[in-house]
């Protein structure tokens, strides 16, 4: 993936108990006991701004929302510079996201669930993958290649319509392994992003 | 064809050549800075002069609540300025005059947000946007792609001319004297880069206003401000303006001084220019807390001032482009895309009614109306900017404006169209009501991203807007007009000397432990362009603070009198009413209680580490200390009284007792046989707390203990006016307010 950024969502599981605000505090713990090794900075709160990015968890290299941007909740990894070469980014930043959703999901106080066969991919990186056919072609390929491994089911790969949107494109996997399951296929939690 | 594959590639030719050029440098500047080529302190100002900011906990350090943690940036030592990491993400700053975006910038500057920050793009109460969590090298390629879009960050902060604002009605206004954005856009544009600006030693904000009376403008509070009128002159019709200098919110607020009553249209720029060279030449360099005009102005008088402006304005060479623009004033007019139209009755969308109530306003042009955007905070989304681009491409022909009040503008929204505007807002989330209203609530990064906050402005905002908006339906109509303001700290960016109901950041030591507080700032008039600034009354917790805004409210719609605006209400019943609120809600539970009290809107973090050590003398001195400060705190508020009274002079002194009294407390900790006598105090605070600096504020250094050596010096000359006993009043609550924080830190409680 020549795309150096990019957004990685997991979609939740829709909950009546649903509470943003309680997620801050989870974050916060996150930095203060360095729950996951990557550099961490700071939590904000977007959680005034309807359909948007809603509690945002700041690192160095990637950022993790909880938030709404597309209209439903779910978290995103958002891969801001440095990580691993092109062959390795995607792979990285799916490891990356399913660990801490899989943290998440662990937080009994959040009580929530994550459907882990429906994520959408993002290439917030216009200059190095332009919204466009060859794009969509080449970004299509390599999703299925690595979630077919790793989910071990057939993939759906369908483009979000949006012109003036970074090109976006919505997985679906036909089986639905445990987060756990997912992990241990990417080869357990990851050492610190770089 | 090659495939370009860096951004300078990409846009080469569709950048200003000059404006490329400057990106370039710049971007040197980054890569000699990295090799250590470029003194830390010049590239900071470097980086600065172009909008890019730092951000808190840009020094490598975080409070996590329990103790500081180092964050282990990659770059190791390496500094983009002093205490300042290099890896550490920052703000930037783009400046946008007098708030106008096209659709086009607006994508891009989504787009910006999209891929370089964190989907968020902040409306600032200067009408420029900012980006926050933007890596320093990611800048250059945000900046080309800006200037592609015609957007240059040059002098977005820095000792520079600021961002021109000006009031977003200005050509759609019935009450405007006339358009004044032709003159603001080409005086922004003139002073951008000019020789006669870039050797101030502090910031310089312009403002325009098409009239006296309204609020838009806000011209009472900037370095130069300039309002349209109009003369007969030989059966003539005249252009010119009421120019205004001086004025500044800041810590200590100063209203601007009139200039010249009518300055004419050809003399505006040759006179700026003029007030920027006596600017560079005479204002402060050594000290920033005085650098700023309104020091120069009320050091020289405004007469002596004139006289410098005047003299340096003889001595100009003289300049095409002062007078070239007024050659075509309509360069700048806006062609509406569709035909003026009248609303047709009918059943409307749900929600559009009470929409239209609060966010839309006639314009001056028959047929057509003004759309405000609500956005919460200031902020809205990518994908919300690319739907508030592509509404303006469908009704309005690219027309819209970031407003001070931190919302969007759309004008020439034919009124028909206003039902069909209103859900394309919608469906972007962007439809709610009550723009400008008391659930518009303004405030400042504050301690979200700002290195300099001390209180969440921003989760106390968030917090009242939650809580009014449930009610607001309810309100009577008096008091859904107010305006909440939020600053994070004493540096005014939220405005909140000009609210109905402003509140400044602070803390308290309370039951040994740090508590967020924030001081109640009434009186402060919104109208005829920031007219009068309010004072502080007394600190409330902050979690108390929503409770005082809806007792202030209740009271203010039961006891109100026909027609009383509610400064009016407020100078009635006077301050030692609004006082009795603010003293039944100091008090909060102890930690073990309730520990929510001790951490701040929005931030579940321990405000204070809470680990003071009760040694043998602190059981004794402390309270004693914290008698001493709340005695000052009294006095202060005296002081105000006396001011409301009318009486200055009285004021002015009770303010420098408080300032005694606050020494006094303060040092007694360090020579407990200290006396009574002023020369005493001022000298053994000078040796205990000054000289060994153990009283400076981490930011502002020895400013706050200045304003008192100065009150010292010039003791019984600042009640001689109004003016002066306001300023004195000020600069004691900002001395005060230090007083407790170098208390705080005597006790353990911060760093």
């Given at each position: 993936m020549l795309s150096e950024r990019l957004q990685l969502k997991l979609y939740l599981e829709p909950s009546a108990h649903f509470e943003l605000e309680a997620l801050i505090p989870v974050f916060h713990r996150f930095i203060r006991d360095q729950v996951i090794k990557d550099l961490l900075i700071d939590v904000v709160d977007y959680s005034h701004v309807p359909a948007g990015p809603g509690v945002v968890l700041i690192g160095h290299a990637a950022d993790f929302y909880v938030g709404a941007l597309d209209g439903a909740y779910g978290l995103i990894y958002s891969r801001k510079r440095g990580g691993p070469g092109p062959d390795a980014r995607l792979e990285d930043a799916l490891r990356r996201l399913i660990n801490v959703a899989r943290l998440l999901e662990q937080e009994h106080g959040l009580g929530w669930r994550f459907k882990s066969n429906e994520l959408s991919l993002r290439l917030t990186d216009r200059l190095h993958a332009p919204n466009d056919d060859g794009t969509f072609a080449a970004t299509q390929a390599e999703v299925v290649a690595l979630f077919g491994r790793v989910y071990g089911s057939d993939i759906a790969v369908e483009r979000v319509p949006a012109a003036k949107e970074p090109l976006s494109v919505r997985i679906k996997a036909s089986s639905s392994p445990s987060l756990e399951a997912l992990l241990e296929k990417l080869g357990g939690p990851p050492e610190a992003a770089s | 064809m090659t495939v370009a594959t860096t951004w300078k590639q990409k846009l080469a030719g569709q950048v200003r050549e000059d404006w490329a050029r400057e990106i370039d440098i710049f971007e040197t500047q980054i890569e000699l800075r990295k090799k250590g080529k470029v003194e830390e302190k010049l590239f900071a100002e470097t980086r600065l002069r172009r909008g890019t900011y730092g951000q808190r906990y840009d020094n490598g350090q975080r409070h996590d609540g329990e103790k500081t943690q180092t964050l282990p940036y990659p770059s190791g030592e390496l500094t983009k300025g002093p205490v300042t990491m290099w890896d550490a993400p920052g703000m930037q700053r783009i400046k946008i005059p007098y708030g106008k975006l096209t659709a086009e910038q607006l994508d891009t500057l989504s787009e910006l947000a999209e891929e370089y920050s964190d989907q968020i793009l902040h409306i600032t109460t200067r009408q420029d946007i900012q980006l926050h969590f933007i890596h320093i090298e990611d800048t250059p390629d945000l900046m080309r792609r800006l200037a592609a879009a015609g957007i240059t960050t040059r002098e977005a902060c820095g000792n520079t001319v600021r961002n021109v604002t000006a009031c977003p009605y200005a050509g759609v206004c019935s009450t405007e004297s006339f358009d004044v954005i032709p003159y603001a856009d080409a005086l922004a544009f003139f002073l951008l880069g000019h020789p006669d600006t870039q050797d101030f030693g502090r910031k310089f904000k312009v403002a325009f206003s098409g009239c006296k009376d309204e609020p838009c403008g806000l011209t009472n509070f900037h370095d130069a401000g300039a309002i349209a009128r109009t003369r007969t002159v030989n059966g003539e019709l005249k252009r010119g303006f009421e120019y205004y200098v001086g004025g500044g919110l800041g810590a200590v607020p100063y209203p601007a001084t009139l200039f010249d009553e009518f300055l004419p249209e050809e003399e505006l720029f040759p006179i700026t220019q003029a007030v920027c060279r006596v600017f560079a030449r005479l204002g402060e360099r050594d000290n920033r807390a005085r650098a700023r005009l309104k020091f120069v102005v009320k050091k020289l008088g405004i007469e002596e001032f004139k006289r410098l402006v005047l003299e340096e304005r003889a001595k100009l060479r003289p300049d095409e482009r002062w007078t070239s623009f007024l050659k075509d004033l309509h360069v700048t007019d806006e062609k509406p895309l569709k035909a003026g139209s009248e609303l047709a009755p009918g059943t409307y969308p749900a929600g559009f009614d009470a929409w239209r109530k609060t966010n839309v306003h006639p314009q001056s042009q028959k047929g057509y109306s003004t759309a405000k955007v609500t956005l919460p905070l200031g902020d809205f989304t990518p994908g919300q900017g690319r739907a508030m681009a592509d509404l303006a491409r469908r009704f309005t022909g690219d027309s819209m404006r970031a407003t001070v009040e931190q919302n969007m503008l759309f004008r020439w929204v034919s009124n028909a169209d206003l039902p069909a505007f209103y859900q394309g807002l919608v469906a972007a989330g962007l439809g709610a009501a009550g723009a400008d209203h008391i659930t518009d609530v303004t405030s400042c990064p504050g301690t979200d991203t700002c290195k300099l906050g001390i209180s969440s402005s921003r989760g106390l905002a968030t917090e009242l807007h939650k809580q009014l908006s449930v009610i607001s339906d309810q309100l009577d109509p008096a008091a859904q007009e107010l305006h909440i303001k939020c600053s994070g700290?004493?540096?005014?960016c939220g405005q909140h000397h000009v609210a109905d109901m402003g509140f400044l950041g602070v803390s308290r030591n309370m039951n040994g432990r740090r508590v967020p507080h924030f001081q109640l700032v009434i009186g402060g008039q919104y109208k005829n362009n920031a007219g009068s600034y309010g004072l502080a009354i007394g600190a409330i917790p902050s979690k108390h603070v929503p409770k005082a805004v809806k007792t202030l409210t209740d009271r203010f719609v039961a006891e109100?009198?026909?027609?009383?605006?509610f400064q009016a209400f407020v100078a009635r019943i006077g301050k030692k009413e609004i006082r009795k609120l603010v003293d039944q809600l100091a008090v909060i539970p102890s930690y073990e209680q309730d520990p929510s009290y001790y951490s701040d809107w929005g931030d579940p973090r321990e405000y204070t580490i809470g680990d003071l050590g009760v040694g043998e003398c602190a059981g004794e001195v402390v309270p004693l200390v914290q008698v001493g400060l709340a005695d000052s705190e009294r006095e202060l508020f005296e002081a105000q009284l006396l001011l409301d009274e009318g009486s200055s002079d009285s004021a002015a002194a009770r303010a420098f007792s408080a300032m005694v009294l606050a020494a006094q407390a303060l040092t007694r900790e360090k020579?407990?046989?200290?006396?009574?006598?002023v020369d005493e105090i001022v000298s053994e605070f000078r040796t205990h707390y000054y000289d060994t600096k153990l009283f400076f504020d981490p930011f502002a250094g020895g400013k706050f203990a200045h304003y008192f050596f100065r009150a010292y010096e010039h003791r019984g000359e600042a009640g001689s006016s109004k003016e002066g006993a306001h300023q004195l009043i000020e600069e004691a609550q900002l001395f005060v307010e230090a007083a407790h924080q170098c208390y705080t830190r005597i006790a353990g409680a911060l760093p």
């Open positions: - | 700290c004493s540096n005014s109100k009198q026909d027609g009383e605006s020579n407990s046989f200290l006396g009574e006598g």
